[in-house]
């Protein structure tokens, strides 16, 4: 959730004709006239590029007395105080225990960054006074070249020069997509983090030397980061995500916000005057990598008219990528369907189309994507494996067609997994009968 500054409420009206008030907070797509509320005041959707409001609560709010930023301020004040405090002391308490340990804080550009940087410096100040202790560091920006110039500036002009390690990639993000034959990052396939961030991160610091990284993360930002503590090492990686690391064995990541809520950080901005990254006032929930799978519609149209230049590139980077990877071959969506966001999913229609309602324009649809008959098409809607009750996709539902029979009884289908169980098949047998299936023309596939 985030306020909604003056620059996205004209652009909200611009879109939509409805002027919100003053101090209203956006959680996705939902609008808030305050943090506080338990409903939103608007909900809405963004279709072929239009924002439509699905939902209008105004009636609701006809007496409620709004709560403007001030006045949160001044609520929460006594739970922002306590919150700092105990950040501080954890912060303080590890790096005397640690004091010798080489210290870099890792700035994105963004406001989590930017609050737990204020933090960083005001408890190595305390520190110094207290103790005479000096602690030295690095600040460090992975540039992928793929942010604005928003936060370019950002990071040149608020941030101390001496300290700012700037790491430049050696090929460009837009490059390195050029140079792939233009396969886009998807969200079931997204390597550019590990290449762009992470990936320069632990080429540009010795893997072998005891590094503490100060970094932004919350366990509010997403399920994966919802388990994260402040103190994380390459053992606890393991931990929670099944044996697998990007950590080098004898660093530490260190996370002073981490239990932070969204109100807290921009509380904090607010209560401590701090500057942030203008693209906030234009409505956008985080800075970073500007062109990201996982923006919403939303923020695709903030792109498109706070970035022309950048989005126009995206676009005719797709339009490249639709002939160069095949993706109507593969994925069977329009080249206009890909360019308003399907390029995201990393999945085809067929898939789309087959965990929606079947409704008979839907089955019609997919019979005719597939060149079957509408009978089978609605034997695809919505199946489940009958031994484990997981989602069942579109390949696995032909394998159990063509292997079967495609009168089978539809309450006996199995997934992979239990398929190979069954039938004492490997995966990659499995995989490869699909492939054989699909290049002898088996419209089932």
């Known amino acids: 959730m985030k306020p909604i500054f003056e620059p996205e409420r004209q652009f909200f009206y611009k879109k939509t004709g409805i002027l919100l008030p003053t101090d209203c907070w956006r959680d996705g797509t939902k609008i808030y006239l305050d943090c ?75 406001k989590d960054s930017t609050v737990a940087y204020d933090i960083w410096v005001k408890t190595l100040k305390k520190i110094y006074d207290k103790y005479n202790i000096t602690i030295d560091y690095i600040i460090n920006f992975a540039n992928t070249s793929n942010e604005t110039a928003d936060t370019y500036k950002y990071i040149k002009n608020e941030l101390p020069k001496d300290k700012l390690k700037i790491l430049n990639p050696k090929e460009g993000f837009y490059q390195w997509i050029k140079r792939k034959n233009y396969y886009t990052p998807s969200c079931l396939v997204r390597n550019c983090c590990r290449t762009y961030k992470e990936g320069q991160i632990n080429k540009a610091y010795d893997n072998n030397l005891e590094y503490v990284m100060c970094i932004g993360v919350r366990q509010v930002e997403s399920v994966k980061r919802s388990k994260y503590q402040f103190a994380m090492d390459d053992t606890f990686y393991r931990k929670i995500f099944n044996g697998k690391s990007n950590m080098p064995k004898k660093w530490v990541n260190i996370a002073p916000i981490v239990d932070w809520t969204d109100m807290d950080v921009w509380l904090y901005i607010k209560k401590n005057n701090l500057k942030y990254n203008p693209q906030y006032e234009f409505g956008f929930n985080r800075c970073g990598c500007l062109i990201c799978p996982y923006q919403s519609d939303y923020i695709d149209l903030l792109i498109e008219e706070y970035y022309p230049n950048q989005w126009k590139r995206w676009i005719d980077i797709l339009t490249k990528s639709y002939t160069s990877t095949f993706v109507y071959e593969s994925f069977k969506w329009t080249l206009e369907e890909w360019l308003n966001g399907k390029w995201k999913l990393g999945t085809g229609k067929e898939h789309e189309l087959i965990h929606k309602k079947p409704t008979p324009e839907r089955i019609k649809e997919l019979a005719t994507i597939k060149g079957i008959s509408e009978e089978m098409a609605a034997k695809y809607f919505n199946k489940r494996c009958s031994y484990c009750d997981k989602k069942l996709n579109s390949a696995e539902l032909a394998m159990n067609f063509k292997m079967i029979g495609r009168e089978m009884d539809l309450n006996k289908l199995l997934c992979r997994k239990c398929f190979c169980n069954k039938f004492n098949m490997s995966s990659k047998e499995y995989t490869q009968k699909i492939i054989e299936f699909r290049n002898s023309g088996c419209n089932l596939f």
């Open 36 to 110: 506080t509320c338990d409903k939103p005041l608007y909900k809405f959707k963004v279709q072929n590029k239009n924002i439509i409001i699905s939902k209008d609560n105004t009636k609701l709010f006809k007496d409620y007395k709004q709560k403007k930023l001030i006045e949160l301020q001044e609520l929460y004040n006594e739970r922002i105080n306590i919150l700092v405090k105990r950040t501080f002391y954890r912060l303080a308490k590890f790096i005397l225990k640690h004091p010798n340990k080489l210290y870099v804080f890792s700035h994105s550009g963004g």
